[in-house]
């Protein structure tokens, strides 16, 4: 194997050390046969006929209005909840960050309860809450409308679904610009608007690009949503899902995908290229002060309706959830009962074993692999480390719908069959949650300082051991972390699992979706629940028994 050995380790050391020998190809390995090849495979289907390489295939569905219809409806809704978004997160994180208001721990907690349930639960509230039989339209206006449905519908679900990982993005970066800045700007005269506008957004320009990015991202990758609210709204992620699983058109379904990863690549690399030419940074590495709270009455007023407003959106959301768990049937007798919970434990108790089994399988996996690859790129010259770190970065800019397709095409035959097995959703997961375990191993490792490696290859230790005794306990938090994020993403996910599922191993989203589709609103409800409790018990649980700070890991 082309590699060099780790920095610092004498001449005696390398010729002992095979830590890398052995950790470079097993990285190396999985990224290549669970990121390349299925991507490769999938690109291989869009751009052949009969065997030939063609661009008929394409060219046919692009030609076809109605395809090109449903692209411009994905694009539409991509950057209406990825502007939308960004200015809820950007708000948001303001107002938590720099206004004096109270209860912010609070404003905070509920800003990031969607981050533990599927995003299909917000369909499913807006349904039960503005639906054709809506609570809000149905019983409290007196409305059968059918007005949720469609580009609506499906921006207000996506805005509750995944604005708060744009708020967190841009909660940290308010919390990491130098307050001396800010002050230098107010000591010369600035009022708070002079200053966020003239010093703090020009610092949080890649922030914001970057926060874009991640909720367009995020609408692209949305399919239960889609599915459930489209109506007449077609995007693209629900028409792969139709044409796979309803026509069965295979060839046409890989060119749909292909359209979908088009835009995806392109806003991934604009964003690189411009946090690249755009690079602001404080004179010093941390502020030299703590921030200025603004304490001006009226943009306390409206900061603290603002946050209101959408925490009382969030919580509606559960809210009516919960009650759809325990009422007789929902929107017609509200009678209480068990009935659908215990449905949903009796019938779905393999989905959900399933899902938790698989979920911390593949977070732990995800965690450890991260960690490899962050080594291998923080800590060694090894050649080619530059592309290993880029091709397991990939998934971030590949919607889940695309992965999960690519997923269940290229291992349903030779010569790698894992259709069936747990093996196959195992990896789906880990491809997903990789890129995050790689980028927070990477700062992890970056902020030790690299004298720690040194002093124990001097005393006689492989790289390995380095890693293991030295490095391991240092990241520790970070890891647990990790893997936190890793299971939540994974027991929430549909997209990326939705076509290789199987009735050997069930998850609970496919349940859910398919229990909405079958009109089992409040047995999905009660699924739901279950799902939020599992994950809050594992974020609670987790750390305590591995004797882990979860305040420290946060």
Not at 245 to 266: C, E, F, R, S
Not at 403 to 411: K, V
Request: glycine share 8%.
């Amino acid at each position: 194997m082309s590699a060099v050995a780790p920095a610092g380790l004498t001449e005696r050391a390398q010729r002992r050390d095979w830590t890398l020998y052995w950790v470079y190809p097993v990285a190396a390995a999985f990224v290549l046969i669970f990121t390349a090849y299925p991507m490769l495979d999938l690109l291989l289907r869009a751009f052949t006929v009969d065997g030939r390489v063609s661009f008929a295939l394409l060219w046919d569905t692009v030609a076809d209005p109605y395809n090109r219809a449903v692209f411009w409806n994905t694009l539409l809704l991509g950057a209406t909840v990825a502007v939308l978004g960004t200015v809820l997160a950007t708000l948001y994180a303001y107002a938590i960050a720099r206004v004096a208001i109270p209860g912010k721990r609070v404003w905070h907690f509920f800003a990031l309860l969607p981050t533990i349930s599927p995003p299909i639960l917000m369909a499913l509230g807006l349904i039960m809450l503005y639906g054709r039989r809506g609570l809000i339209t149905h019983e409290l206006l007196g409305l059968q409308t059918t007005g949720l449905y469609g580009f609506t519908g499906l921006v207000i679900a996506q805005l509750i679904s995944y604005f708060p990982f744009a708020y967190l993005l841009m909660l940290n970066l308010f919390r990491g610009l130098d307050a001396s800045l800010e002050e230098a700007a107010s000591t010369m005269g600035a009022n708070g608007w002079r200053v966020l506008r003239t010093v703090s957004l020009p610092l949080l320009v890649p922030g914001l690009a970057g926060s874009m990015l991640l909720m367009f991202s995020y609408s692209f990758a949305d399919l239960g949503n889609p599915l459930l609210l489209g109506g007449d709204f077609p995007v693209l992620s629900s028409q792969i899902y139709q044409t796979i699983i309803g026509m069965y058109d295979i060839p046409k379904g890989a060119a749909l995908a292909v359209l979908l990863l088009v835009p995806a690549l392109m806003m991934f690399f604009a964003h690189k290229a411009l946090s690249a030419r755009m690079s602001f940074a404080s004179v010093g590495a941390k502020g030299s002060s703590r921030h200025r709270e603004v304490r001006h009455r009226g943009v306390r007023i409206a900061a603290l309706a603002f946050v209101g407003g959408i925490t009382l959106v969030i919580c509606l959301q559960y809210a009516t959830v919960l009650a759809g768990a325990f009422t007789q049937l929902f929107g017609i007798n509200y009678g209480f009962t068990t009935k659908h919970l215990v449905a949903a434990i009796t019938k779905s108790r393999g989905a959900i074993l399933d899902t938790l089994l698989l979920g911390l399988v593949a977070s732990f996996i995800s965690v450890m692999l991260g960690l490899l690859i962050a080594w291998v790129v923080a800590r060694t010259r090894a050649r080619g480390q530059s592309l290993l770190d880029f091709t397991a970065n990939l998934p971030l800019a590949i919607p889940g719908t695309v992965i999960g397709l690519a997923f269940g095409l290229a291992f349903n035959g030779p010569p790698l069959m894992l259709t069936g097995t747990a093996a196959i959703i195992v990896a789906a997961f880990v491809v997903r949650s990789l890129p995050y375990g790689i980028r927070s191993g990477v700062a992890a490792l970056n902020q030790i300082n690299r004298t720690l490696d040194e002093a124990s290859t001097t005393m006689g230790a492989t790289s390995g051991q380095t890693l293991w005794r030295i490095l391991l306990p240092i990241v520790q938090p970070a890891l647990l972390a990790g893997m936190i994020f890793s299971f939540t993403r994974s027991v929430t996910t549909l997209s990326a699992v939705i076509f290789v599922v199987s009735p050997h191993w069930a998850l609970v989203t496919p349940t859910i979706l398919s229990q909405m589709d079958r009109g089992d609103v409040g047995e999905a409800a009660a699924l739901s629940v279950i799902v939020v409790v599992m994950v809050l018990a594992v974020i609670h649980g987790v750390p305590r028994l591995l004797g882990g700070d979860w305040r420290e890991a946060r």
